[in-house]
């Protein structure tokens, strides 16, 4: 079955890789699974056709035969669980793979978003300026606790794996700040994940879509 997947007909981020369907597209290249794209154009988020897919109108979603799933954690939970290539054969690393993942999003992502939101939705708020840097303290916290449990590692538990994916997803949406810079281990870290041969496939192909 064709899998397919939903992407921003023209992405807010102009194709930098920060929008949530090139987290799902590095997964399938990583798993080695043939995929094709509907892109979407913003106001046809909110449309009855993409909410069947989608409840709260966002992207990306992925249909798979009678399967249709939303929310990148999920998909690529969904992918890594069906195809090898994203999760250990051991139990117990593969649990602790997951568990990886939650943090990524749940520990992770969260003020990194505060922070993109601070900026850019809130930022003519007269709230805004004093708040920057409450956030901002809050991500360095947080990498902070990261970067001495990834110590001198490659990946956070071994091979690479479905968590590095994700952790380094979310990472990348904090560089844009500078404050990447000052762990020099995450840094690297990154780096490694975008040098990996499927996300430069995953990266060229979303760009291509925004370079047109």
Same mark, same amino acid.
């Given at each position: 079955? /064709?899998?397919? &997947?939903?992407?921003?007909?023209?992405?807010?981020?102009?194709?930098?890789?920060?929008?949530? %369907? /090139?987290? $799902?597209?590095?997964?399938?290249?990583?798993?080695?699974? #043939?995929?094709? @794209?509907?892109?979407?154009?913003?106001?046809?988020?909110?449309?009855?056709?993409?909410?069947?897919?989608?409840?709260?109108?966002?992207?990306? /979603?992925?249909?798979?035969?009678?399967?249709?799933?939303?929310? +990148?954690?999920? &998909? &690529?939970?969904? &992918?890594?669980?069906?195809?090898?290539?994203?999760?250990?054969? %051991?139990?117990? *690393?593969? *649990?602790?793979?997951?568990?990886?993942?939650?943090?990524?999003?749940? +520990?992770?992502?969260?003020?990194?978003?505060?922070?993109?939101?601070?900026?850019? @939705?809130?930022?003519?708020?007269?709230?805004?300026?004093?708040?920057?840097?409450?956030?901002? %303290?809050?991500?360095?916290?947080?990498?902070?606790?990261?970067?001495?449990?990834?110590?001198?590692?490659?990946?956070?538990?071994?091979?690479?794996?479905?968590?590095?994916?994700?952790? $380094?997803?979310?990472?990348?949406? @904090?560089?844009?700040?500078?404050?990447?810079?000052?762990?020099?281990?995450? =840094?690297?870290? @990154?780096?490694?994940?975008?040098?990996? #041969? =499927?996300?430069?496939?995953?990266? *060229?192909?979303?760009?291509?879509?925004?370079?047109?």
């Amino acid at each position: 079955m /064709t899998i397919t &997947i939903t992407a921003f007909e023209r992405s807010p981020d102009g194709g930098k890789g920060l929008a949530r %369907d /090139t987290r $799902v597209r590095w997964a399938l290249e990583e798993a080695g699974q #043939p995929y094709e @794209v509907r892109l979407v154009p913003h106001q046809a988020m909110k449309e009855p056709e993409h909410l069947r897919l989608h409840p709260f109108g966002q992207i990306p /979603t992925y249909e798979e035969g009678d399967l249709v799933l939303f929310e +990148s954690g999920a &998909i &690529i939970f969904h &992918i890594a669980s069906h195809h090898a290539g994203l999760l250990p054969d %051991d139990a117990n *690393a593969r *649990a602790r793979a997951i568990t990886w993942m939650f943090a990524a999003l749940n +520990s992770v992502e969260p003020p990194i978003l505060e922070l993109v939101i601070v900026r850019f @939705v809130e930022g003519d708020k007269p709230w805004s300026k004093e708040r920057l840097p409450l956030v901002a %303290d809050r991500i360095r916290h947080r990498l902070g606790q990261l970067s001495v449990r990834l110590g001198d590692a490659d990946w956070l538990d071994g091979a690479f794996s479905a968590g590095d994916l994700m952790m $380094v997803s979310v990472l990348l949406r @904090v560089r844009p700040s500078g404050i990447l810079d000052e762990f020099p281990n995450l =840094a690297a870290y @990154v780096a490694r994940g975008e040098a990996r #041969p =499927a996300y430069k496939r995953a990266f *060229a192909a979303q760009l291509a879509v925004n370079a047109c």
